[in-house]
């Protein structure tokens, strides 16, 4: 995880490059050790900040080089592993939401495989309840944007719109009621989308507080699925025999 | 001969390492004083870098760039301020003793700030990473600092610098040297706790509170 202009080249090819280099590094001093490990591409690309010396999470050039790892990594044919939700802001605020969502969506977009960041704020110092209920929206979001949307016969609605025809309305149709599901991604309570009234009403809800209240309730209600308990077992002895193989 | 020490200031400014020591040997050969051409020439070249730097209109490889030129200035006064007795040929602003605590390895904050106290001045004896709290405590006796500064970058290590602080008062050199402390988990209100004088969120005011602390 070479950081542009501190520990790596301020230049974005730079510090791909260097970065690069050091998972090819990794991945031959891992092979030699244990051949046929399994490799996973992770770059970490950052940035130093040149007026405070502080390694930047949320800035956009971290993305662009994210992206070009995950280039070397498809070109490796090997899974990655990007940052996806990232910031340097210190609360849950306009620019933290900011530098997350185009963060999360460039990584996406680039084929990560694994997206990690998830909760972590004030470059990675702070981990949030609130944080994670809104990268999980982020990362639903994304999900559906990359879900795309498909356009056979069906879903280019050629009858339905004959049936409705000029001056009508489709909420009434069968073939809204048919597709309704499945087409739209509908967010959870962090996202508001009613009237003023409503929102007035509700006293005034901003982001952070749905957050918060969301991040509450799941704590209050939310009860984990246990493991199966042979599959519980199994992790255990995987975990058991890993730290013994390590010991030798 | 104030023309001298304006274009010595926009060279330094400029970061022309060679062009600060040509300046320098200029002001000597118009009989400027050493001390003079330190204050007037090295020293108040800085203070602007130091200026725009806090504003944000420098940054920080601007500004290596400008200590570094300073340096060079420097090192052809050093042994003429030795000479003349004065600062006996040690910078005007005294010893700074650095480093980051045990168990950390994070150093370019620490050399950051490190690089930007001897462009202000200070002459910096740097004890590296990984620094013990003993280490400190050999360094504070043996160096005689105004100032020990300690860096941590980990919730982990952070402790460490409560460890050095107490052993410093142990060794009873507490009181003859200041402390100020710094790195990303650090804050003001756990520099107060652990009982340093000071603490600095980043190079800049690690600067202006060292030289408080070194008045």
């Not at chain 2, 400027?32 to 203070?47: R, T, V, W, Y």
């Not at chain 2, 052809?76 to 700074?96: D, F, H, M, N």
Request: aromatic share 6%.
């Amino acid at each position: 995880m070479p950081i542009a202009g501190g520990t790596g080249p301020v230049t974005m090819a730079g510090n791909v490059q260097l970065l690069n280099t050091e998972w090819l590094g990794g991945a031959v001093i891992s092979q030699l050790a244990h051949p046929g490990a399994p490799l996973q591409y992770a770059p970490r690309p950052m940035a130093m900040d040149m007026r405070t010396g502080f390694s930047l999470a949320g800035a956009i050039e971290l993305g662009m080089m994210a992206v070009a790892g995950a280039q070397m990594a498809h070109f490796y044919n090997v899974p990655v592993s990007l940052h996806g939700p990232w910031t340097d802001s210190m609360v849950h605020d306009g620019q933290s939401t900011f530098e997350r969502t185009y963060m999360t969506l460039m990584a996406a977009y680039a084929g990560a495989n694994v997206l990690v960041g998830a909760g972590m704020m004030q470059q990675s110092l702070v981990t949030s309840y609130e944080q994670l209920v809104i990268d999980s929206e982020i990362n639903m979001t994304v999900v559906r944007a990359l879900q795309g949307f498909e356009a056979d016969e069906g879903r280019l609605a050629m009858d339905a719109i004959a049936r409705v025809g000029p001056g009508g309305n489709f909420v009434q149709d069968e073939h809204t009621l048919k597709y309704l599901r499945g087409e739209r991604y509908m967010p959870s309570r962090l996202i508001y989308r009613n009237s003023r009234d409503a929102w007035t009403s509700a006293g005034c809800p901003d982001f952070e507080k749905r957050a918060n209240e969301i991040a509450r309730t799941i704590l209050k209600e939310h009860e984990p699925a246990p493991l199966p308990e042979d599959i519980s077992r199994e992790l255990d002895k995987l975990v058991r025999d890993s730290m013994t193989q390590l010991k030798k | 001969m104030s023309n001298t020490f304006e274009q010595m200031q926009k060279d330094l400014y400029a970061g022309k390492a060679d062009e600060v020591k040509a300046g320098v040997q200029k002001a000597l050969a118009e009989k400027s004083s050493p001390q003079e051409i330190l204050e007037k020439g090295l020293i108040a070249g800085m203070d602007q870098v130091g200026r725009d730097f806090k504003a944000g209109d420098l940054f920080i490889p601007e500004v290596l760039a400008c200590a570094r030129a300073m340096h060079t200035g420097l090192e052809v006064l050093r042994p003429l301020l030795a000479e003349t007795g004065q600062g006996g040929g040690r910078s005007t602003l005294g010893k700074l003793v650095i480093g980051t605590v045990q168990g950390d390895m994070h150093d370019i904050g620490k050399n950051l700030v490190s690089m930007m106290l001897e462009g202000a001045g200070f002459e910096v004896a740097d004890l590296g990473i990984d620094v013990p709290p003993a280490k400190f405590v050999e360094a504070v006796r043996s160096q005689g600092p105004k100032i020990v500064g300690m860096a941590a970058m980990l919730t982990t290590t952070m402790p460490v610098m409560k460890t050095i602080i107490e052993a410093l008062t142990q060794a009873g050199l507490r009181d003859k040297v200041k402390v100020i402390v710094g790195g990303a988990p650090v804050t003001s209100a756990y520099a107060k706790q652990i009982g340093a004088d000071a603490y600095a969120p980043d190079a800049a005011t690690a600067v202006d509170v060292s030289r408080g602390l070194a008045a």
